[in-house]
């Protein structure tokens, strides 16, 4: 069973993401901190991360940075979520979030919440 590691701050849409995943046949696994992603990280070799960042917060962009520039985890698909599209700092400097940015910053794909969880069983294909 492919296990994804699912990192959101809200915790309903947690909870959500956690039910449509297990509904069709996939190992969730669960933090709603930073802090906790990286304990789960270090107990669960995960398929496929899905990771939301926030334009007021930096730390899901330096989650991002670290699990790509780790030679353990760099090879993990990451699916980056977000409610904004607007400025935020990916680099030193700062350019627009959209799904070309991310491509440029070797996410593997970007998407803008809220999203419709009937369209990402395509996205999981493609990526696990």
């Known amino acids: ?35 906790e992603s990286y ?18 917060n930096p730390n899901g962009l330096l989650l991002y940075k670290k699990i790509k520039g780790h030679d353990k985890y760099a090879h993990i698909p990451v699916i980056l979520t977000s409610h904004t599209a607007n400025i935020i700092k990916l680099t030193s ?4 979030l959209t799904s070309e940015s991310i491509t440029l910053h070797h996410a ?7 999203f419709q969880l009937s369209g990402l069983s395509q996205m999981l294909r493609q990526y696990l």
């Not at 304990?39 to 007021?56: E, H, K, S």
């Not at 593997?108 to 809220?114: G, N």
């Open 1 to 35: 069973m492919k296990k994804i590691l699912i990192i959101d701050e809200d915790r309903d849409w947690l909870l959500a993401l956690k039910r449509f995943f297990e509904r069709n046949g996939y190992h969730p696994y669960l933090a709603d901190s930073y802090p």
């Open 93 to 96: 400097e700062s350019t627009k």
């Open 39 to 56: 304990a789960v990280l270090g107990r669960v070799l995960p398929d496929l991360i899905f990771l939301d960042i926030q334009p007021v």
């Open 108 to 114: 593997d794909a970007f998407l803008k919440k809220p």
